[in-house]
């Protein structure tokens, strides 16, 4: 189980993370959603420490750690047990679809080369782009470099894979064969918590939906309640602008 208790981020003045709490079972799948700039985003960043959080404690596994205090060692165990999968892909330019996917193994994992490659090999076949190992970014689309995001998070094999808005950055031509990765994901239970605005992939996937705003947890509960019949108004707020541009959506 992952849980995260009393989390806050300050930038300055501005609170952006407002005391958060949120517990995530192994193999559950939960979908934050929410309007810009409410903290979405940071929530993934801090619990990876790719932030660090002004107070709050992070618990993933047997490791349990005040996220304003951790130790580099600390941050690696937790690192070791999650992925994350950025808006912009962050792939390594420099290095070709299978030498991104095998670099963490290599680097993080202390795998030896050889056999890292062969498991890179493993997950582009599954995803579907075993052709494109030799491939470097710049040769490929932008829905095929998110794959080869996901395929890296998945090599890693981690107990949570992060999504921050994976989809954002993508033409829409290459949404779907992104989001279909993540179902298939989903299918096989794999623990995630996905930041994003795709609500149709919330309502079809998410065992789960967060509701965010003003850097706290407004409102939670299973797609088929929250989409239908929220209790905040400023959850029925933001729908309403939602189902407004996405009728297909609506009940």
């Known amino acids: 189980m992952i849980k995260v208790e009393k989390l806050i981020k300050r930038y300055g003045a501005n609170t952006v993370l407002n005391g958060i709490d949120l517990s995530i079972e192994k193999g559950e799948i939960i979908v934050v959603i929410g309007p810009s700039g409410t903290g979405k985003s940071t929530l993934l960043r801090c619990i990876n420490f790719l932030e660090c959080a002004d107070s709050g ?40 679809a299978l030498a991104n996917v095998a670099e963490r193994l290599i680097i993080v994992d202390g795998w030896p080369k050889a056999r890292a490659h062969a498991r890179a090999r493993e997950i582009l076949e599954r995803i579907g782009l075993a052709d494109k190992a030799d491939a470097y970014p710049a040769a490929l689309s932008g829905g095929q470099q998110q794959r080869v995001g996901i395929g890296r998070a998945m090599a890693a094999n981690a107990e949570l894979i992060l999504f921050d808005e994976p989809t954002s950055a993508l033409d829409p031509e290459w949404v779907d064969e992104v989001l279909g990765l993540m179902k298939a994901l989903a ?64 009940p």
């Open 57 to 96: 404690r992070i618990t993933l596994g047997g490791l349990s750690v005040d996220a304003a205090r951790a130790s580099k060692r600390d941050i690696l165990t937790l690192r070791r047990q999650t992925a994350f999968v950025f808006q912009n892909y962050a792939l390594f330019a420099n290095k070709n």
């Open 187 to 250: 299918a096989e239970r794999q623990t995630m918590l996905v930041v994003t605005h795709e609500m149709q992939f919330a309502r079809d996937v998410a065992d789960r939906v967060i509701f965010m705003d003003g850097g706290r947890i407004v409102e939670q509960g299973p797609p088929d309640k929250l989409f239908t019949d929220p209790q905040d108004e400023r959850t029925r707020a933001f729908l309403r602008k939602v189902l407004a541009q996405q009728p297909s959506l609506a």
